[in-house]
């Protein structure tokens, strides 16, 4: 059964700034969706099993965000 996860996003702005985000939590193994609200900085992920939250923030991280 697939398990969803919701994080807060900071620092997005625009359509780009949700690529970024999207591409790299994508990359986490496991992943299956990620849905970003720009206007909340919501980021939902469905994953196949629970995820580390450390994999996530590493991932924003990444795409150059930080989770709140």
Request: contains cysteine; hydrophobic residues 40%; aromatic residues 2%.
């Amino acid at each position: 059964m697939s398990q969803t996860a919701t994080y807060t996003v900071t620092g997005m702005t625009c359509g780009h700034c949700v690529s970024s985000v999207t591409e790299e939590v994508q990359e986490i193994p496991g992943v299956e969706s990620v849905e970003v609200d720009l206007p909340t900085g919501a980021v939902t992920v469905t994953s196949a099993e629970p995820l580390d939250d450390a994999a996530v923030k590493a991932a924003v991280e990444e795409a150059g965000y930080q989770l709140a």
